[in-house]
């Protein structure tokens, strides 16, 4: 059965940093792209950023471009997102999705989410 487990959430402080990470079984993780996406209370799901399946090319939303840091171990089968310089509006529970933007959108293949909580 395909699974995607996310891990790496927590609390911290706007400025703060943390990185989270996605740990994918049961299909072959190296074949497909991979996506994050988030959901904060009250709102859609927005997307946050995706990475091809060998990891060369990457893609990011705007409101993350030059903060956030899509990576990959296809030898692991886990993906990264390292987010520095966080924001309030960064709060969400963030999930890893299987496939492109939009496929993670659909919501092919997501994990049980991790949450993200911004505050002073």
């Known amino acids: 059965e395909a699974q995607l487990v996310e891990s790496g959430g927590g609390m911290v402080q706007p400025g703060g940093s943390l990185r989270l990470a996605c740990a994918a079984s049961?299909?072959?993780?190296?074949?497909?792209?991979m996506s994050w996406v988030r959901q904060a209370p009250g709102k859609g799901t927005d997307w946050v950023s995706t990475i091809n399946e060998n990891g060369v090319r990457t893609y990011y939303g705007d409101s993350v471009k030059g903060r956030f840091t899509i990576s990959r171990d296809n030898a692991k089968n886990t993906l990264y997102l390292q987010m520095n310089n966080l924001k309030p509006e960064d709060a969400a529970l963030y999930y890893c999705?299987?496939?492109?933007?939009?496929?993670?959108?659909?919501?092919?293949?997501w994990g049980q989410g991790t949450q993200v909580t911004v505050s002073s």
């Open positions: 049961g299909f072959d993780f190296s074949t497909y792209d």
């Open positions: 999705a299987r496939g492109d933007q939009i496929a993670a959108l659909g919501q092919d293949l």
